[in-house]
DNA sequence: CCGGAATAGTTGAAGCTTCAACTTTGTTCC
DNA sequence: GGAACAAAGTTGAAGCTTCAACTATTCCGG
């Protein structure tokens, strides 16, 4: 076992920095999401995929992934968004293994709702006290992560 | 209720890839926590707060401030800490409402373990593949985001 | 100095996530 | 063609977080 190599001062505060910050913003998003409109922001980024998605409906596993949620863990939430009637699931007819998600019309009003709001509180409390050029920063450093981070997992 | 201003189409790719990114780093550094050395992020932040203050102890509101983590949370995390002899907690004789929570020599020990590891997966997973000044920008505009979330909270 | 408000922290229940085990279906290769 | 292996999802239990209610103590205005 190796001599343990510390950040520098400099590179320690801004990984606190972005620690700190990231758990407390994206823990303002998620209050503000439950207590207006009834979602966690888990079960908003569901939505917003498929959504996105053709026909609004996707496979779970595939869903999982855009979601960065384990296959567990979505089986759970599709369940309760499903009890909700924001989403539906249906097998897949040429894999037999394979399940649909798809949103239905009322997750998908639900969604044109919680995101005004939500996209709101992006903007105060990120976007706008972030320079532009942080921002692009911030995208290419997190694109980066992400290719590295997916190499492991 | 005024029309939604959506994010532009960069903006939207930066705030996603910060989103996707973060989740899955931390997700990450939290496994491998667990795995190796049996503590999550949250259990690592507590130690690492503790092993910073004056005799290794603070007052439960202020590390759970330091922390961000609930009060609620804290006690419970504490409770747990504490069982496998990590943490020692002692009421304030000043304030008798008040409550210490002090690193044992065993949590200490543990952290130093712990630590080697987790700065060497930060490295590679974050630092390693940011350019230094992405990095500085990261930590710029998280900065400002605490300040920006903490009038809110 | 007393009664009400505020602060510190804990608690138990409910809710969400993780973990490991399991079922079903598809793929490979001999 | 069928045995072994892999892939897609689900499930229940255990673990962690959130929420609301609670105790105990301190602060503050009259």
Chains 1, 2 share one sequence.
Do not use: N
Not at 35 to 64: C, D, N, W
Not at 110 to 119: I, K, N, P, W, Y
């Amino acid at each position: 076992m190796s001599e343990t190599r510390w950040l520098s001062g400099p590179q320690q505060r801004d990984w606190r920095a972005f620690v700190d910050g990231s758990v407390r913003l994206l823990d303002v998003l998620d209050q503000s999401l439950k207590t207006t409109h009834g979602l966690s922001m888990a079960e908003y980024e569901i939505l917003v995929r498929l959504s996105e998605a053709p026909e609004r409906k996707l496979r779970m596993a595939q869903l999982a992934a855009e979601a960065s949620q384990s296959r567990s863990r979505l089986s759970h939430t599709c369940a309760r968004l499903e009890s909700k009637g924001l989403v539906r699931r249906e097998t897949c007819s040429s894999d037999k293994r394979g399940v649909f998600a798809q949103l239905t019309d009322e997750g998908f009003h639900t969604l044109e709702r919680a995101s005004h709001d939500h996209v709101t509180a992006v903007r105060d409390l990120f976007v706008d006290v972030t320079e532009p050029e942080d921002l692009e920063a911030i995208g290419r450093a997190f694109t980066a992560i992400i290719k590295r981070v997916d190499t492991v997992r």
